[in-house]
């Protein structure tokens, strides 16, 4: 059993800069594909990075070039660095892990889930 929680989300103006964090707890945690998803009111929950461990990162291409993933082993936390964030970045951001091999973008292949952390920017 896996559990993430994700922290670092919040208000920011258009042009700024948040980075969120999953801490995973569990003694494989660190042997999972991880991934971030973003739900914006209104939407489906999409796609926004991936990493599995030791591999390339994969990223939405609405934030190709202004988001980075990360993750530390040894902490079994993984990371998002969000730069020149735009208002259409706004959603409630998700930490994925999970245990069996699929395509990296599909939520469905995802078996553990974090609350969510709100990001929220202002134009």
């Known amino acids: 059993q896996v559990q993430l929680v994700e922290s670092g989300g919040g208000l920011v103006q258009a042009g700024g800069s948040l980075r969120l964090s999953c801490a995973a707890s569990?003694?494989?945690?660190?042997?999972?594909?991880m991934a971030w998803f973003r739900q914006a009111p209104g939407k489906e929950r999409e796609f926004v990075a991936a990493?599995?461990?030791?591999?390339?990162?994969l990223y939405a291409d609405s934030v190709k070039g202004r988001f980075t993933i990360s993750r530390d082993n040894d902490r079994n936390t993984l990371y998002l660095q969000m730069n020149s964030l735009k208002p259409e970045d706004t959603a409630v951001y998700y930490c994925?892990?999970?245990?069996?091999?699929?395509?990296?973008?599909?939520?469905?292949?995802?078996?553990?889930w974090g609350q969510g952390t709100q990001v929220t920017v202002s134009s």
């Open positions: 569990g003694r494989t945690a660190g042997n999972y594909a």
């Open positions: 990493r599995s461990s030791g591999g390339t990162p």
């Open positions: 994925a892990a999970r245990s069996l091999p699929g395509p990296p973008m599909a939520a469905h292949t995802y078996n553990y």
